[in-house]
């Protein structure tokens, strides 16, 4: 009976091994599920992150590049930004003091454009004040009207005396872009013997500046056309020069390379050596001018 009525112990233990045993083989399956679900939730949560970081970063480049594109669009560029000063008094001095007899050596070389005579037949010379005129149209963009401006300054220093001469550059999206010149458009110009009148039509970004004048636009006509140009599809173009309705000059005398690279400053200290190639070309271009500003003196007063 005491046997029957108490369990062997090894049952006991095997029933409770076997229970703990159930139990925990049982927990096992629930306890990856729980693992692997939570390794997923993480991994989805990991995913999420980096697809919302992915989709921060699109968006910020997006923003970025929206941004750039419409301060292009509404700003002016940087080229197109005028610029003009008042001449350093040194680069004025050196233009406007070049000596009569370096100019008189000086040779013009390879002539870009000529100056061109107007037959002696033709209109009665130009005179304002009672004075020979000198007439030059140009834009303060124009590399071509950049290299001639320097010429004819040191050119008309000869027969007078200049004040408030202003320094800028051609345009920076134009040929020989970014050439150092002088500037007329506040210049003022003293003579006994000649009037000059310049009329700037546009600043260095091509903003209109100075409208052209009546005289202006009667001279343009008249000898900015063939045969003072080559071609019906140049007339009109500047620089033009006109001297006394008997030399005009529609065009650069010289190559503007020859001024590549170099500034004002050092433009104007190279006027006084006879080797460089900028006195070459701008000193040599200005006697030029002198020779015909001296035909048409020489010829008013064979008239008076």
Request: net charge positive; charged share 15%.
């Amino acid at each position: 009976m005491r046997g029957a009525a108490v369990a062997p112990a090894g049952a006991r233990e095997g029933k409770l091994v076997t229970s703990s045993r159930t139990h925990r083989i049982q927990g096992k399956p629930r306890a990856r599920e729980r693992i692997a679900a939570e390794r997923a939730a993480r991994q989805r949560a990991e995913a999420r992150r980096r697809l919302l970081l992915a989709i921060g970063a699109v968006t910020a480049v997006v923003a970025t590049v929206a941004t750039l594109v419409t301060i292009k669009l509404t700003a002016t560029p940087a080229h197109l930004v005028a610029s003009e000063s008042a001449a350093p008094a040194t680069v004025a001095r050196q233009v406007t003091t070049v000596p009569a007899d370096l100019l008189a050596q000086a040779s013009p070389g390879r002539v870009a454009t000529p100056l061109r005579q107007v037959p002696g037949a033709g209109l009665p010379p130009l005179t304002i004040d009672g004075k020979p005129a000198i007439v030059f149209v140009s834009e303060e963009s124009c590399p071509f009207c950049a290299a001639e401006r320097w010429s004819l300054a040191v050119a008309l220093s000869r027969f007078g005396s200049w004040s408030q001469l202003g320094v800028t550059r051609s345009a920076a999206t134009d040929v020989f872009p970014d050439t150092a010149t002088l500037s007329f458009r506040t210049a003022r110009y003293q003579s006994t013997r000649l009037t000059l009148r310049t009329t700037e039509l546009a600043d260095n970004a091509g903003h209109p500046l100075q409208a052209l004048t009546t005289l202006d636009r009667q001279l343009l006509g008249r000898y900015d056309v063939p045969p003072y140009v080559n071609s019906a599809d140049q007339s009109g173009a500047v620089p033009f020069l006109d001297i006394g309705n008997r030399y005009v000059l529609a065009g650069a005398q010289y190559d503007p390379q020859v001024l590549a690279g170099l500034s004002a400053a050092q433009i104007a200290a190279q006027l006084r050596n006879p080797s460089s190639p900028v006195a070459q070309a701008v000193d040599g271009s200005a006697q030029v001018i002198v020779a015909a500003i001296n035909q048409v003196l020489h010829d008013q007063a064979g008239r008076g």
